[in-house]
């Protein structure tokens, strides 16, 4: 069975903290997404990932960075948590140019920053 | 820039009636796609239904049907004889052809009453 893994659940961080929220994929995808879900928000690009060490900013990059060093890896780096980096964390995956499947999600991060 | 509209936060219906959840979305684009995802308490986001823009026949998966209204830009999700295991929060979805991001709506979250 096809995954994408989140490395952990749940994740309780300090303010100020460096942050990292892991995503590995077993399906060989070239494409790889990390949102943030917020009640009433829906869910919101933070950054994606086309190729190996490519990135690109999404919709709410803003402190965040991300590292792609290897195709089935995808890191979300918080540099210094804030608590309004509170939230629910989705990484996803996706097949190259011109798949149209959807996405595959990982199980999600609930992560909070006091 | 594309956005995706779910005007219901909440819906409830009885076990075995049919529901509709409602979707819109605003683009400029002519070809693209539209999902509807499901996500239960388990957080796992699952692929309901896609929808390609080209296509006039409204996409069908079992009990999962949508009405595709291209010209008012509606897309929205009938469930048919619900079933406990439905209750979950659905999210629209919207993707350019040749992009790979999907642009989220704001959720629904489904009761299913016994």
């Known amino acids: 069975d096809v995954k994408v893994t989140q490395s952990s659940r749940y994740l309780v961080k300090r303010t100020g903290e460096k942050v990292f929220l892991e995503c590995v994929q077993d399906m060989d995808h070239e494409n790889m997404f990390w949102y943030r879900q917020d009640p009433g928000l829906g869910l919101r690009l933070i950054y994606f990932?086309?190729?190996?060490?490519?990135?690109e900013k999404g919709d709410i990059p803003e402190g965040y960075s991300v590292s792609r060093e290897k195709k089935e890896r995808f890191s979300l780096i918080l540099e210094s948590a804030s608590t309004n980096q509170t939230s629910m964390y989705l990484c996803?995956?996706?097949?190259?140019?011109?798949?149209?499947?959807?996405?595959?999600f990982g199980s999600g991060t609930r992560l909070t920053v006091v | 820039a594309q956005t995706v509209t779910q005007s219901q936060p909440e819906m409830s219906v009885q076990e075995a009636e049919t529901v509709t959840l409602s979707c819109t979305y605003d683009t400029s684009e002519s070809d693209y796609y539209l999902f509807w995802y499901k996500q239960p308490p388990s957080r796992q986001m699952i692929l309901v239904i896609r929808?390609?823009?080209?296509?006039?026949q409204n996409a069908t998966e079992n009990r999962f049907s949508v009405n595709f209204q291209k010209a008012a830009k509606s897309f929205s999700l009938k469930i048919s004889d619900s079933q406990l295991g439905d209750a979950a929060m659905y999210f629209c979805?919207?993707?350019?052809?040749?992009?790979?991001?999907?642009?989220f709506g704001q959720g629904t979250r489904l009761t299913i009453n016994p």
């Open positions: 929808q390609e823009a080209y296509k006039q």
């Open positions: 996803a995956s996706s097949g190259g140019l011109g798949f149209v499947g959807g996405y595959t």
């Open positions: 979805a919207y993707s350019p052809q040749g992009a790979q991001k999907l642009v």
């Open positions: 990932s086309y190729d190996v060490k490519m990135k």
